[in-house]
């Protein structure tokens, strides 16, 4: 079972930026995909961004140019750094992670809040 545990989440003023955690039980070596996610509220959870173990990122559309997603293999850390922050970006965020070992395995975070006022 993969433990994951985010932090960094904050209040912050529109244009500013924040740096989110996500630090994993295990080596995040041994994991295929790591990514964020967000819900915020009365909407659906959606893909914000992800980072492969070979190192290839993926981002959502509303995200790019804006968020950077990377990751400390020493640390068992994922990073997301937002800047230029907007209203919209206002979300509980996810660090996700898969594992595939005779199967898929899906493990998710607790979440951490982000409010950006305007």
């Known amino acids: 079972q993969v433990q994951l545990v985010e932090s960094g989440g904050d209040l912050v003023q529109a244009g500013g930026s924040l740096r989110l955690s996500c630090a994993a039980s295990?080596?995040?070596?041994?994991?295929?995909?790591m990514g964020w996610y967000r819900q915020a509220p009365g909407k659906q959870r959606e893909l914000v961004a992800i980072?492969?173990?070979?190192?290839?990122?993926n981002y959502a559309a509303s995200v790019k140019g804006r968020f950077t997603i990377s990751k400390d293999n020493a640390k068992n850390t994922v990073y997301l750094q937002m800047n230029n922050l907007k209203p919209e970006d206002t979300a509980v965020y996810y660090c996700?992670?898969?594992?595939?070992?005779?199967?898929?395995?899906?493990?998710w975070g607790q979440g951490t809040q982000v409010t950006v006022s305007s």
């Open positions: 996700h992670a898969v594992k595939v070992v005779g199967g898929i395995r899906n493990y």
């Open positions: 980072i492969s173990s070979g190192g290839s990122t």
């Open positions: 295990e080596s995040i070596i041994s994991l295929n995909v």
